[in-house]
């Protein structure tokens, strides 16, 4: 089966009419999630090999949200992405001819799942959700999965109420991504939020890959101040995504780089993967049919 695939790879290059000739440059989105100039640190490496595999310059964008990201896709001013599930939904409910998805972060123990965590501040006395009622509560950002979508839709039945401000939550608020929220909770500014982490590995640690281990690594927050208050339902891992457009033989380049960034360099692989990974795998968008449902029904799109 290899060898066929190989051999139609090889083919569609020599007898497409676009390659990676065709293109001047090529642009890398990067969700939110940490600061930018983090986001930007974390992904240079992989600027460099790509602009070694591709002969050209790769650029890096880094946007104040994730909507820049899913835009720049639609529009065709980003050219690769490691989507959030719900971002993808995003990207092929506006459009489904964008992009295709290419590769999808395997953690520790080879599944490619992960949680939203609903964390507090330890000294704050929260321990579970019941403990929330009449507090503040933060959301990341509203294309996020982790940072709002499954647990606007997990969370309400287990409080039996709504996720509006005042109906159980004191007040409910964005807070503009996952390092905001857990910045805002380690320093008492809302009283609990959520974010994303593989749930796998040491609670002090930030798990082995996510948000909270991106935070404990810039050296953030002291987890043994936070406190875990509830775990979603394992939701699939986003995809690396490509746009569609692309000269075949680009395509090709990036999803091999991607895929073997863990075995060519295992430092880079845990800055774009934010974590300790067994670097990445291909996946279908088969995968995230459940959460395009889920998003279609909540946001609409």
Sequence with gaps: MKKILATILATTALVGTANADDITEFRIGILGGENAQDRMN???CLQDYASEALGVDVKLF?????????QGL???TIDMAWLGASSYAAVYLQDPEAVDVALVK???DGSYGYHSIGFARKEAGITSL???KGKVFGFGDPNSTSGYLIPSVEIPSQINSTMESGDYFGEVKFTGGHEQTIVAVFNGDIDGGV????AQGNWEDGYNSGALRKAVDAGLVDMNELVQIWKSN???EGPVVLRRSLPDDVKSKMTALVDGLYEKDADCAYGVAAGDTLGFDPITHNAYLSVIEARKAKIGG
């Design 42 to 44: 974390s992904y240079s």
């Design 62 to 70: 880094a946007p104040a949200d994730y909507n820049g990201v899913i």
């Design 74 to 76: 639609l529009g065709g």
């Design 106 to 108: 395997i953690n520790l």
């Design 130 to 132: 019941d403990d929330m």
């Design 195 to 198: 974010t994303w982490a593989d």
């Design 234 to 236: 394992v939701i699939p």
